[in-house]
């Protein structure tokens, strides 16, 4: 590898640290939003965790899937799914923007990151099945596990995403563990609620 690709390498690892300062509307369970690359980061210990449940997929792919799959985020940031405008296409912009981010890399680089990413958008290899499978128990594992407002709306997650999490027994069983644990901070939630109080509508930074 020579001196110029990898000065492209570089400048675009310094680029992408922008997806450490975009902030998702999930919480920690400290309280505060976690970033886009905190999601990432257990989205892939997640993977590990499920390995050998994965039998006859590409492991690597399945890592590289992970890492890449909300890359595009680092410029315009994260949009919840509940605040996504009708008639814009966001994986769109996302596409352009990770365009953008890898300008720096040499066209092999490049063009392997695009075909990543392009596998994941569109649910292609069962591997980018997996991922998005594996993407949304990760958004609804921390939704669970956050230290939300007081009038978080948690039924809205027993349908997120089912279309991928029901796409494989694996999947199935986990996503029947995490409604359970949705339906618990329901009756957690209901319990705590003053007589009279109504549960507000979703709003902006909900759900991602």
């Known amino acids: 590898m020579d001196t110029d690709t990898l000065r492209g390498r ?3 690892l310094r680029q992408a640290e922008r997806l450490k300062d975009v902030l998702r509307s999930a919480r920690s ?25 994965l039998a006859g997929l590409d492991f690597a792919r399945i890592l590289k899937l992970c890492v890449i799959h909300d890359l595009g985020e680092a410029i315009h940031g994260d949009v919840p799914a509940i605040h996504q405008a ?3 296409d966001k994986g769109a912009q996302e596409r352009r923007d990770l365009l953008a981010l890898a300008g720096p890399l040499d066209a092999t680089a490049r063009a392997q990151l695009l075909a990543l990413w392009d596998d994941y958008e569109n649910a292609v290899s069962p591997e980018a099945r997996a991922v998005k499978a594996m993407d949304k128990l990760e958004t609804l594992l921390q939704h669970n596990q956050g230290a939300n407002e007081p009038d978080f709306d948690y039924a809205f997650n027993l349908d997120y995403g ?4 029901d796409a494989l ?7 029947r563990l995490v409604d359970a644990d949705t339906q618990a901070r ?23």
């Open 10 to 12: 570089l400048e675009f």
């Open 29 to 53: 369970s400290g309280g505060r939003q976690e970033s886009t690359a905190e999601h990432t980061w257990r989205l892939c210990l997640m993977a590990m965790m499920l390995e050998d449940g």
């Open 86 to 88: 009708p008639g814009v």
């Open 162 to 165: 089912r279309k991928y999490t």
């Open 169 to 175: 027994p694996l999947f199935r069983e986990l996503r």
């Open 186 to 208: 329901i009756r957690e939630q209901a319990a705590a609620r003053p007589a009279g109080a109504t549960r507000r509508p979703l709003a902006e930074g909900d759900v991602t």
